[in-house]
């Protein structure tokens, strides 16, 4: 992940539960012919403890592989980076500070390169693994204003990114309208992910405002949608 870039970037979020070694080389096969800029690799649960496998198996790319942690057990120092979530739609202590205190230590010892990260749920349609797990409420679908000055005091606080997440596999993606109310306040680059799977909202979302668009379950179930992401114009 580049923060100093203006370029459109687009992600690949690998979850651990939901591949294997042979899955995983074809789907990288295919995301390095799209071109695709940095991988991600998390999930809400960690079923399989495949996790250095993974990212071991995405490391024979030359492209960078962070870690997007469900919880404080998911850190593997084979990764390059790490998104440091603190997740600041909600109002659990634990995910906006308390796990952070536990993986300190950790961190410092590691060579990863942390970002940390604004994580916040927009409201999606149904509830998704990702609000009930973090026992949170996604901020509503229709108060830009609200995710607007929640990303702003991200920012203050001196978080280096923000991350829009409608949540992995959600009916409805984060809205043209959120993205473009965050993006007008911040100045740090903004993430956009959770139930894109078309190119059309790739492009919706670049559009308003969106540095970095992730994708995961429209891949997993479809690995031609990476053909599709190849001939996006960026
Ligand atoms: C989930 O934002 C990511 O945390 C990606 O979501 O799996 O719906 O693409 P999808």
Redesign the pocket.
Known sequence: MNLNTSKKQIAV?I?PDKTDAKKLVKTIQQAELAKVDFY?V??SLLLKNNLDEIIAIIKKTAKKVYL?PGNPSQISTKADGILLLSLISGRNAELLIGNHVLAAPILKQSKLTIISTGYMLIESGTQTT?SYISNTTPIPANKPAIAACTALAGEQLGLKTI?L??????QN?VSKEIIKAVKKQINIPL???????SIEQIETAFLAGADVV???????NDIKFLEEIKRINR
Do not use: K, Q
């Open positions: 979020l979850d991600l998390g999930g997007f990702v991350y997440e409608a949540g992995s596999g959600a993606s993430i956009v992910g959770g139930g894109i799977r992730v994708i995961g379950t429209a891949i997993e």
